[in-house]
């Protein structure tokens, strides 16, 4: 589709069209608003944030699958009865923003019908889930007897009951991506429901670790209430809700501050390619980015964008796309390295932010549209943004990232039948970045995960791990070289199968800034280097491997920023050193050249005419 | 039969024990006579260039003070942070490392994810900084593999060779030798340990397998690197203090406190210098619980403020924790060793209070740290620190600073309130003051919230007690936001940290990997396993010259439910040979998770990863002597000072009273405030003091018992 065809709406209907995490302002309060003076606000801002904190920290240390407690895909906070979240962990971006959807899920089958000590499990993607495996613990909290807010978590479960274990992208619809939840009352007012409780268990692969991570997750959200009804014990009611209500403003004070600083205007990021739906192989799909600065609003139209596909490669709209966009504007803007340190992550960020995809596209599916592989698309977002603001703020912005995923779920039945899932999050990389190098073999933009240690992994299931390293090639140059991917072979000791998520970026490289090489393509190879190798797509469900095969996974390595040629001589001599970069490379891509460990000067300058002198390619 | 070679118990002749902490600022010093209890403290500026000089012109000073000669002194105990300072000046050896084939970047993946979320720019310290460079990280052929530790491809012996002549040609200060699964079988380790003592003779050569043998290959490497980063230094250091005291003709050892809380020989911290990182802060906590066993309230709460810093220490029921494994670390960088639980958070004297564009005030993390420090002591600082806010208030006395030889300027630290915080909000200096004091003072509250409620105890039993130049100044509003029932400040709450060493036993944890379902781990390699583990730690404690009669053996499992990933270290009793020590490892654990997460899963089963086997010496605890109250007890001064109230602030008058001067059983009203040569005291308004007959000043919430 020619850029010229998009028809994008207008800016006055885009702005009713959009949508934005944040809760509407609210008509009527159920306190009443006092002055909080400075000092109880950051006690009370502090008391919110620690509670979030200890919520995570239990989830981490207590929850049973790795996906959890090794990997940590997880998040929790607290919001008020409007669904505005007041503080989350700093957990994985992912899933910081999503409770508030989850919440209005909830709410649309239970609203004014709590009881003290429900505990409601949810995980429907039409209704504010993340998506399927991404399960929802809320616990409505009271306080005198009235429902003043909710306690809630997400966490990734290990195994949903989908077509294929962990999961599967080639299904026909959402009912195949796994087991359902809508907003069901694992609790109600104090009591279990077993028979809820046994048939969820009953329906997925692992049922041990996803009842320990349940448990963990019930665990989290009542901590979390305890901890805010003890705060209002305290201090009352009307002066904690006053003080949260102005920490949501001081966010949205910041943020709205920083986006009044770009000028007004349209910034478009280049059309992006995904490789394919994860049955149609070879068909690509295109994404498309604008974004505009309209005073201290943003918004982000994706129209343009794919339509959506048959597949599970679609985005929940609310549940994931709002949280990635939300999280690329505020990282941009409020980047917590530098001046964004300490402003806390609530509904005052999502104010600012709006956010528009026409229905049926790929970031705004229709029921019952599968949904459950949405990372590979969603985290081309954020790298999308910084695209699009590339010409504008330069010193902020990163060269093209890996902005994808590379998660695979492997399985296998031992001779008892008690399958064993593992869920893996492979590692990308960033770009290169102003006055500084990508990073290398790290988790990329909306993705915060750990891995599993090898000795974990080796342990607990029949995988052998033969290799984990940086990638044996040459980083993408640039005056800041972008981050090298990481490799690493698995031996299968035992028949095992695997489910994969992702995008290998190899028809739509990370894209190069300001001169800077674009990054490289990741792959996935069984049996590398043997007569039977085979290269598998990102994206492949219940894809079986026999006993002695090995499975090689390459990162996709991040762009690099700026002409090589300017890189500094003293990097590239580091680079070299640490075999990063050859001497040939050195010379080619650099114009550096280097004798016995130490850079010939007159030779590099010479080199370096030469290279700025030479012709574009 | 033992040849003693560092008597301690038996020999009445050497009556003398000392701790040294040595800190970056002051080199602290406490001499006591075991015999009398009777105890003597002493400061002396440290001397950076070779910490030993200062500690050693102490240990003289002190001993012609006493009338003894040198070889009296029977221990030298000694906290310190030159691994700390290490770390933070980042001047560690050039370390090398050998490693499996394939697996080169462990240390540079780490764990993959970004310390920050919110973040595009930021550093990741183990890639832009870190413990051993690519190029110094080599790669040999060798696999151990699970569950029995396999040899599943040999050592290739002609390549440990070649790597560690690269090395050696590289001119490496240390050698880290780090392979997969080695926790499980070290002889590849051991191999290279042996051919690196032919080519690199003098080089310090540490190997993962005795560092740290636990599973979690990115954590025991760092740890393995982070050994071999300040291992020579530290390993120079300590020898120079061995020597330096024997030159001196100092009687005895030197022991060193280890971040676990015990003290071991400075031949065992030679090896493992990664295990004083957290040396220098755990003697306080040591002294804390000393001083609340003494008190009869053993549940304590630390509180050590500096000028940068705030160390925080939580022992439920008098007994030191230690750090999940999530959090044992030391700034960015894994340490997979045991260390008492002590947070520290960037939050003390120095600490800048700020508002910023949005109107939102902060107190820290940022600090004016010595240059230019706060603005009340003229060196030209214009910020506003948290030491201006406590002269603010007229908390801080110019005469008393003034005789410590330190000029104050309240002029100065009301002017930097004025101009960065009350006029940017639009309130008054006094509220000011009080406002950067009550958020310092909140701060330091959510942390020890995070260290101690987090963890399932309630700190409404817990005695808060003050170490340090500036926790007096605190702890009391501190205890107020918590509901603690009793602030504690001892007679020298300014050397804490050196007394602490004085209350610690020795301790030498053996650990080993058992990685088995409770329910199936065969009894004989528990017992076996243990008994051996039981033997080496015996062997240390009786080369340290220990009767059996003073040394007790602790066995610890840590345990999980099978399919969680951390496991809980819970206490066993004995040595397993009770038929039904099964179910006590059992119940154990259950009632340890449900501690500490609120619930337990009785039909779960349980696995046993590692048992640790902790070789206590038990050193004799004289009980504290009264301190000999001195001088008049009058107020030496009564001034008009600041203190919160209801209504928002108000004056008070004031009485200052000489610390020491105050009688055992002497009781007064807040507010009140106690000066002495290395503390404030504060008692706000609402709070009663009073002194127990060991000398202590405690604080309790209310007016005094009628």
Known sequence: MPESTIEYLPLKQLHDAASSTATSPIETRHWTPVEVDPVTLQVIGGAMNTAASEMAQLLFRMAYSSIMRESQDIGAGILDRYARQLCESDSTPMHCGSLPAYVRGIEQKHAGDYNEGDVILHNHPYFGASHSPDYGVIVPIFADGCHVGFAGCTGHMVDIGAAHPGWSVDVPDLFAEGKLINAAKLYDAGELNRPLWDHILE????????????????????????????????YGIDVVMSACEQWLDYSEKRLRTEIAKLPDGEYRAPRGWLEDDGKNFGTPLPIETRVIVDGDDILVDLTGSTPQTETGFNCPFEGSVLPTVNFAVRTLLLDEAGDGAGIPQNDGIFRPIKVYAPEGCIYNPVFPAGCEARFAQINRLPDQILQAFAGLIPDRVTAGNSASVGAIAYSGVPEDGNYWVLV??????????????????????????????????????????????????????????????????????????????????????????????DGYPGSLVV?????GEKSLPAKVSGFRLNEGDTLEISGICGAGYGAAADRDPDAVAADLRNGLIDHAGAEQSYGVVVRNG???????????????????? | ??????????????????????????????????????????????????????????????????????????????????????????????????????????????????????????????????????HLRLTV??????????????????????????????????????FLFSFLNPEHELAVRRIAAEVLPDTFVTCSHEVTPLHREYERFSTTALNAYVGPATARYLQRFDDAIAEGGVGGGLRLMTSAGGLVSSKAAKQKPVSLLFSGPVGALIKGMDIGRAAGKPDVITLDVGGTSADIGVAPNGRLMHRHILDTRIGDYDAMMPMVDLTTIGAGGGSIASVDEAGMFTVGPRSAGASPGPACFGFGGTEATVTDALVATGWYRTETFARSGNEIDRKLAGQAILQNVAEPLGISLPEAALGIYQIASRNMADAIRLGSITKGYDTRDFSLIAFGGAGASFTAEIARELSIAQVIVPPHPGVGAAAGLLATDIRYEQMSSLWNDLAVLPSTELREKAASLAEQASAELSEDGFAAADTEIVYRLDCRYVGQGYELTIDVPGNFDADDWRDTVAENFHAAHERQYLRRFSDKQIQVINIRVIGIGHVPIPQSLPTLASGSDKPVAEQTCMFASDEGWGSFPTPFYDRHSLKPGTVIEGPVILEQIDTTTIVPPGFTMLVDELGNVVIKSGKPDA
């Open chain 2, 141 to 178: 052929p060798e696999r151990i593999v699970p569950p029995d530790g396999a040899v599943e491809v040999a050592l290739d012996e002609k390549a440990v060779r070649k790597a560690l002549s690269e090395l050696a040609e590289q001119k490496v200060d240390a050698v880290a030798v780090c």
């Open chain 1, 203 to 234: 329906n997925v692969r692992t049922p041990e670790a996803n009842a320990g991570d349940i448990e963990a997750m019930i665990a989290c959200c009542r901590l979390g209430a305890n901890r805010f009804t003890e705060l209002i014990g305290r």
């Open chain 1, 527 to 531: 049996n590398a280097g043997s007569p």
């Open chain 1, 598 to 617: 130490a850079i010939d000067g007159a030779a590099t300058g010479k080199k370096r005419r030469e290279l700025k002198s030479a012709p574009k390619a």
């Open chain 1, 424 to 517: 893996e999050v492979n590692e990308g990389s960033y770009g290169g970045r102003w006055q500084k190098d990508g990073i290398d073999a790290i988790d990329n933009l909306m993705a915060n995960t750990r891995n599993n240690p090898i000795e974990e992994m080796e342990m607990s299931a029949p995988l052998r791990c033969e290799r984990y390293e940086l990638r044996d090639r040459p980083p993408a140059a640039g005056r800041w070289r972008g981050g090298l991917g990481a490799a690493r072979r698995w031996r299968f000791l035992k028949p095992t199968m695997i489910s994969t998520t992702g995008d290998h970026r190899a028809g739509d490289k990370p894209c190069g800034l300001d001169g800077g090489q």
């Open chain 2, 1 to 134: 039969m033992w040849v003693n070679q560092y008597p301690i118990l038996q020999d009445i002749e050497r009556l003398y024990h000392l701790g040294i902490d040595i800190g970056g600022t002051f080199t602290d010093f406490v001499f006591r006579n075991e015999a009398t209890g009777e105890e003597v403290i002493h400061k002396l500026p440290s001397t950076r260039d070779d910490p030993s000089r200062a500690g050693l012109a102490g240990i003289q000073h002190l001993c012609s003070q006493a009338g003894i000669s040198v070889d009296q002194i029977s221990r030298v105990l000694h906290g310190t942070t030159v691994a700390t300072n290490i770390m933070l000046e980042r001047n560690g050896a050039k370390v090398g490392l050998i490693t499996t084939e394939g697996f080169r970047d462990i240390l540079h993946i780490a764990r993959k994810k970004r310390p920050l979320n919110f973040s595009n720019y930021q550093d990741i310290p183990w890639q832009s900084s870190p413990l051993v460079e690519r």
